[in-house]
């Protein structure tokens, strides 16, 4: 018989995911871990019931969250992870010769040893010598870590179950405060394709706004977590993702990126006019 | 019973649209012609089982074929339309008064009609004074023009049925000799996400660049037409897409564009690591 990962953008919209076979189920503290191996997005590593890694696509996930803030700091160092259980973001980070700490909490462990068993191509990042693992809640943990990280990536499910606590204010001012005096942050924030998700997004990007001196949306193109646009939040204590931006030093690298490029980087800020429109209505053309 | 329509990426990925209603489905002479009323995507029309158009993006489609040729060109007057029987490419081309002549060859009047009659948001393209609709081959018609035209859009349905002969080497030689000595060509070129439509890309691809001095692909995301980017092919006897780009023309007209804006025209051209190396092998990092 055949079997079907759905995949529910909208109540009205399904993606059917043709699937090989479950080869992972089980119930963390947290949440429901399954892997699924499919027929054109390879492993599928999803989280109550969402999907957060495939094989087909991970890299362009990773790559933007990452090279875009990486090669805008000038000199980053010290970097935090918050989630980014499946390894692919510190497989990223790792790339980059100047940090010389990667600390990463992922409240849930049983995330880090299914990765482990069963996407080595982003659990490789668990090898990488310059990492420290903490399993807490991501909250608590920035709370005791004033000025402390050049860059903080949050990397981390929707915004229900485990990671409810990652999409507060009262968190992005967390984070703000853990950052240096010119630090960085990205997230991911939804795609404005669907009118649940675009009011997600809208109160990812208000929220930050409030909080960061300078936020700005970047996109890619993610298929396994929508059709449409999927959006990224670039949020800066100091630095341009643009006029900052060390475009000599993304071209000269040499890190086999498969998505992320010097093009890729400044096109990614380039928003179409209704998603600009959506995100700032006040300049809503009449 | 609920109604879905399935739009098949492969045979292994699925998306489900949900239906309202079959609001009309006839065999024309050359095809079978179907509009729906969906939930998320608002009308759709369907041509042999393919979305055609949808009211929910049909915006990004037909901006992006239209305005990055007309904000290219310096002073673009006569164009030609292949196909673009649903009236959508027509809408755009009439926002730029430099143009003088539109030419529009659809071989199946069925299409016009059907639009003028369920898609009446694309359908206005057709009142246009500018406007001459022609109902024959398109291959045929460009041969009897030659140096004629400041640009052609090719807005033809995917490669099977009618517009097969619209996919040939010999069609793009009959299209670059009826465009004058500067002249510009738009068309659509598939997604490289899913195997079978990555090689149609690649085949259009090196197809038009054995007749053009200057291809290259831009992409936006169109998502009832896949998911992951969609492609597009500029190709130019003498004009280059970003260098004579005139982008204050492009800042300064109050167009009411949804999707395309100076800023997307430019980055649409910024293309990922994995396409780029798609489409020049020979550069493929070792």
């Not at 990452?66 to 989630?83: R, S, W």
């Not at 000025?147 to 929707?158: G, K, N, V």
């Not at 409030?210 to 059709?227: E, N």
Request: include cysteine; hydrophobic fraction near 40%; charged fraction near 20%.
């Amino acid at each position: 018989m055949e079997q079907w990962f759905l995949n529910k953008y909208s109540p009205n919209t399904i993606l059917k995911i043709k699937i090989k076979k479950l080869l992972f189920q089980e119930k963390s503290p947290y949440q429901t871990i399954e892997v699924y191996d499919s027929h054109d997005f390879g492993r599928l590593l999803v989280l109550d019931g969402i999907v957060n890694v495939s094989d087909k696509d991970e890299f362009v996930y990773h790559e933007m969250m990452t090279h875009v803030p990486l090669f805008t700091h000038p000199h980053p160092e010290k970097v935090l992870v918050i989630g980014g259980g499946d390894g692919g973001i510190v497989r990223e980070i790792a790339k980059h010769p100047s940090v010389n700490q990667i600390d990463l909490v992922e409240i849930d462990s049983k995330v880090i040893t299914t990765a482990q068993q069963f996407l080595p191509r982003s659990a490789i990042g668990f090898k990488e010598s310059r990492l420290q693992v903490f399993n807490e809640d991501g909250a608590a943990f920035v709370e005791r870590r004033p000025d402390c990280y050049d860059l903080i990536i949050i990397d981390a499910p929707d915004p229900i179950g485990p990671a409810t606590s990652l999409y507060q204010k009262h968190f992005y001012m967390q984070c703000f405060n853990a950052l240096k005096d010119d630090g960085l942050l990205t997230t991911h924030a939804e795609t404005p394709t669907f009118t649940k998700e675009l009011k997600i997004m809208q109160s990812i990007y208000s929220n930050f706004s409030a909080v960061f001196p300078l936020v700005q949306l970047f996109t890619a193109s993610i298929p396994s977590y929508s059709i449409g646009i999927w959006c990224f939040v670039f949020c800066s204590k100091k630095f341009h993702p643009l006029n900052d931006f060390r475009e000599s030093s993304a071209m000269e690298s040499s890190m086999h990126n498969q998505y992320y490029n010097a093009a890729i980087h400044k096109a990614s800020f380039a928003l179409p006019t209704f998603l600009n429109t959506a995100i700032h209505p006040s300049h809503k053309v009449p």
